[in-house]
């Protein structure tokens, strides 16, 4: 790990020198009174001071719709894979972590190499959080700062960033930063300063538990009062499902062209809340009741999903279902609290 | 194996899904490469009674409509409900809001009792006779069209979204409109259009109607949560969703 300090300035001319590369750059930008990350234009639109993004760079991770393959019906069928080389600029820890999650997810049981192949052509530019959004809770859930992950990390020490290229893609982006000196003692103390700070501050809503103990916590739940009460509200419009950034289901379409022979496979997300969600052949869907999809959400992200990844639960604390949820009803947060307090979890 | 036999008919409506349909422009071109259209106003002058395939516009509000569509029915093998006026009645059926013979000396005047002004209360396609598919929207969308019919063609069963428009609104970046206390129908309409109003910063209108299972009693309590009401909400809904 190589650390160096850039002056703003300096880190401006950076992100032009980037943006002239060969390489696509996306990074976090203002849209109306929100940010979204999206193509970037010039070092002035990027704005690293964000509270959150509407959705997460998982729309670059696991692209909304990707075409698989391309088939002739009868005939043949090629894999379609994606790789053009891209820059994320801009990632908060939360997200980092969520992505680092999804790498697991896709690489082990079968190795999925359309999300493969797209994953190892992005670098990430991570950045501890600035400003904290009005429903996080990384620090709740241990993601407020991220060891793992980026190719370089940025902290903002007020007039310059801390930048640590940790991988050999992050260090030849600092080729692109001729100014920059290596850290001094004083700079690294400012970062761990900021980060130690994000580790207490990034808690709008608090857990009252370790995260370990959520698999735990909901073994114990599954027949419990709060599924119903909450989902009576559910719309099952799976807005906490787009925004979320470890969701990653998706269902498989084909699309056929006019020749009605030839055409191509897609995937496009889908969400646990849809109705249609898990229904199977012959029309039975085995989870009908918008409880039983509601309370699915939590149990993939508290106890699923950890199942597959070592324990690691699958909610970042970005909080953004909570502020895309119309019906107010999806604070993770608020449900795990209500079955602590009337569980043991011994 | 010869081409299926399309026909397109229209019914109360402005024709602007037949438009949509036009203006696929050059595919037009595969359209009628894949199928045979043996009858289809607004874009030829030849008729048919024997197709296959059926495409109604537009609603059911006259008596010898009625009699038509049902005709029509029994001829065509697969009969599809295009655009909102046929599929959910749409802003055809403001109409059954009121009085009927209001509305027609509102409409007609003087003229109201002519017999050719007979009109009855709105009907979907459905509501009359059976129907196989339904492609939604006010109007239908170019690609969406495209798609389920060569779907049909291909003896599939097209996808039709039954989730709300929030999906593709979530999918295109919109904030909520409830988040600056607007209303909006998203979390009851069916998706498919990808949120076009909510994107140009309006409320969804309810074109497609509503998703098959809409979750109608969370609506007064999440109405308040935003100081807003049932009725507020009623009243949106009488554009596109009046019963």
């Given at each position: 790990m190589s650390v160096s300090t850039v002056s703003k300035d300096q880190f401006k001319q950076f992100v032009e020198a980037l943006i002239r590369s060969d390489q696509r750059v996306v990074g976090v930008q203002q849209r109306n009174d929100r940010f979204v990350f999206d193509d970037l234009a010039t070092a002035d639109a990027l704005r690293l001071d964000y509270d959150v993004t509407i959705l997460s760079p998982r729309k670059y991770i696991l692209p909304q719709k990707e075409p698989l393959l391309q088939f002739a019906a009868g005939e043949s069928y090629t894999p379609v894979h994606e790789g053009a080389p891209m820059v994320l600029l801009g990632v908060h820890p939360y997200d980092m972590a969520s992505i680092n999650q999804m790498d697991q997810l896709f690489s082990q049981d079968e190795y999925d190499s359309h999300y493969m192949n797209r994953r190892q052509h992005i670098t990430v530019i991570a950045c501890d959080v600035v400003t904290p959004s009005e429903n996080v809770f990384a620090a709740s859930m241990g993601t407020a700062t991220v060891e793992k992950g980026y190719d370089m990390l940025l902290t903002d020490i007020g007039d310059a960033y801390v930048v640590q290229a940790a991988t050999d893609k992050g260090k030849a982006l600092t080729n692109l930063m001729p100014q920059a000196r290596p850290a001094s003692e004083a700079d690294l103390d400012k970062c761990r300063a900021v980060q130690e700070q994000n580790q207490q501050k990034l808690n709008q809503h608090v857990l009252e538990c370790k995260p370990s103990y959520l698999p735990k916590l909901l073994e114990k739940n599954y027949e419990h009062p709060v599924w119903e009460e909450k989902a009576r509200l559910c719309y099952s419009c799976g807005s906490c499902n787009q925004v979320c950034p470890t969701c990653y289901c998706f269902d498989v379409q084909d699309e056929v062209n006019w020749d009605l022979k030839s055409g191509t496979r897609y995937r496009a997300w889908d969400g646990c809340l849809l109705e249609d969600f898990a229904t199977v052949a012959g029309d039975h869907n085995f989870r009908k009741n918008r409880s039983d999809r509601f309370?699915?959400?939590?149990?993939?992200?508290?106890?699923?999903?950890?199942?597959?990844?070592?324990?690691?639960?699958?909610?970042?604390?970005?909080?953004?279902?909570?502020?895309?949820c119309t019906s107010n009803i999806a604070n993770p947060v608020d449900v795990y609290n209500q079955l602590m307090k009337r569980t043991d979890i011994g | 194996m010869s081409k299926p036999r399309v026909a397109i008919f229209d019914f109360a409506c402005c024709e602007g899904c037949q438009l949509q349909i036009v203006n696929i422009e050059e595919e037009i071109i595969d359209l009628v490469g894949a199928v045979d259209v043996v009858e289809w106003r607004e874009?030829?002058?030849?008729?048919?009674?024997?197709?296959?395939?059926?495409?109604?516009?537009?609603?059911?509000?006259?008596?010898?409509?009625?009699?038509?569509?049902?005709?029509?029915?029994?001829?065509?093998?697969?009969?599809?409900?295009?655009?909102?006026?046929?599929?959910?009645?749409?802003?055809?059926?403001?109409?059954?809001?009121?009085?009927?013979?209001?509305?027609?000396?509102?409409?007609?005047?003087?003229?109201?009792?002519?017999?050719?002004?007979?009109?009855?209360?709105?009907?979907?396609?459905?509501?009359?006779?059976?129907?196989?598919?339904?492609?939604?929207?006010?109007?239908?969308?170019?690609?969406?069209?495209?798609?389920?019919?060569?779907?049909?063609?291909?003896?599939?069963?097209?996808?039709?979204?039954?989730?709300?428009?929030?999906?593709?609104?979530?999918?295109?970046?919109?904030?909520?409109?409830?988040?600056?206390?607007?209303?909006?129908?998203?979390?009851?309409?069916?998706?498919g259009c990808g949120a076009p109003c909510p994107t140009a910063q309006w409320r969804c209108f309810g074109c497609r109607g509503l998703v098959d299972n809409p979750n109608v009693d969370a609506a007064q309590e999440v109405m308040e949560q935003y100081n807003l009401t049932l009725d507020d909400l009623k009243q949106k809904m009488v554009l596109f969703n009046s019963k």
């Amino acid at each position: 790990m190589s650390v160096s300090t850039v002056s703003k300035d300096q880190f401006k001319q950076f992100v032009e020198a980037l943006i002239r590369s060969d390489q696509r750059v996306v990074g976090v930008q203002q849209r109306n009174d929100r940010f979204v990350f999206d193509d970037l234009a010039t070092a002035d639109a990027l704005r690293l001071d964000y509270d959150v993004t509407i959705l997460s760079p998982r729309k670059y991770i696991l692209p909304q719709k990707e075409p698989l393959l391309q088939f002739a019906a009868g005939e043949s069928y090629t894999p379609v894979h994606e790789g053009a080389p891209m820059v994320l600029l801009g990632v908060h820890p939360y997200d980092m972590a969520s992505i680092n999650q999804m790498d697991q997810l896709f690489s082990q049981d079968e190795y999925d190499s359309h999300y493969m192949n797209r994953r190892q052509h992005i670098t990430v530019i991570a950045c501890d959080v600035v400003t904290p959004s009005e429903n996080v809770f990384a620090a709740s859930m241990g993601t407020a700062t991220v060891e793992k992950g980026y190719d370089m990390l940025l902290t903002d020490i007020g007039d310059a960033y801390v930048v640590q290229a940790a991988t050999d893609k992050g260090k030849a982006l600092t080729n692109l930063m001729p100014q920059a000196r290596p850290a001094s003692e004083a700079d690294l103390d400012k970062c761990r300063a900021v980060q130690e700070q994000n580790q207490q501050k990034l808690n709008q809503h608090v857990l009252e538990c370790k995260p370990s103990y959520l698999p735990k916590l909901l073994e114990k739940n599954y027949e419990h009062p709060v599924w119903e009460e909450k989902a009576r509200l559910c719309y099952s419009c799976g807005s906490c499902n787009q925004v979320c950034p470890t969701c990653y289901c998706f269902d498989v379409q084909d699309e056929v062209n006019w020749d009605l022979k030839s055409g191509t496979r897609y995937r496009a997300w889908d969400g646990c809340l849809l109705e249609d969600f898990a229904t199977v052949a012959g029309d039975h869907n085995f989870r009908k009741n918008r409880s039983d999809r509601f309370r699915h959400r939590l149990y993939r992200k508290g106890k699923y999903v950890p199942g597959k990844i070592d324990g690691q639960i699958a909610c970042v604390g970005c909080g953004r279902c909570i502020t895309a949820c119309t019906s107010n009803i999806a604070n993770p947060v608020d449900v795990y609290n209500q079955l602590m307090k009337r569980t043991d979890i011994g | 194996m010869s081409k299926p036999r399309v026909a397109i008919f229209d019914f109360a409506c402005c024709e602007g899904c037949q438009l949509q349909i036009v203006n696929i422009e050059e595919e037009i071109i595969d359209l009628v490469g894949a199928v045979d259209v043996v009858e289809w106003r607004e874009a030829m002058s030849e008729q048919s009674h024997e197709y296959d395939i059926a495409i109604i516009e537009g609603s059911i509000t006259r008596p010898e409509d009625e009699h038509r569509v049902q005709i029509i029915r029994t001829r065509a093998k697969i009969l599809i409900a295009l655009g909102a006026c046929a599929t959910i009645g749409g802003v055809n059926k403001m109409k059954n809001n009121f009085d009927l013979n209001e509305v027609k000396r509102c409409v007609y005047g003087q003229d109201a009792g002519m017999p050719h002004l007979a009109t009855t209360t709105t009907r979907a396609v459905h509501e009359v006779v059976d129907v196989d598919y339904k492609i939604h929207g006010c109007p239908i969308e170019g690609e969406e069209f495209k798609r389920i019919i060569r779907d049909l063609l291909l003896g599939k069963t097209p996808f039709v979204p039954n989730y709300p428009v929030c999906v593709e609104c979530k999918e295109r970046e919109n904030v909520c409109r409830y988040e600056y206390n607007e209303i909006c129908l998203g979390p009851i309409i069916r998706a498919g259009c990808g949120a076009p109003c909510p994107t140009a910063q309006w409320r969804c209108f309810g074109c497609r109607g509503l998703v098959d299972n809409p979750n109608v009693d969370a609506a007064q309590e999440v109405m308040e949560q935003y100081n807003l009401t049932l009725d507020d909400l009623k009243q949106k809904m009488v554009l596109f969703n009046s019963k």
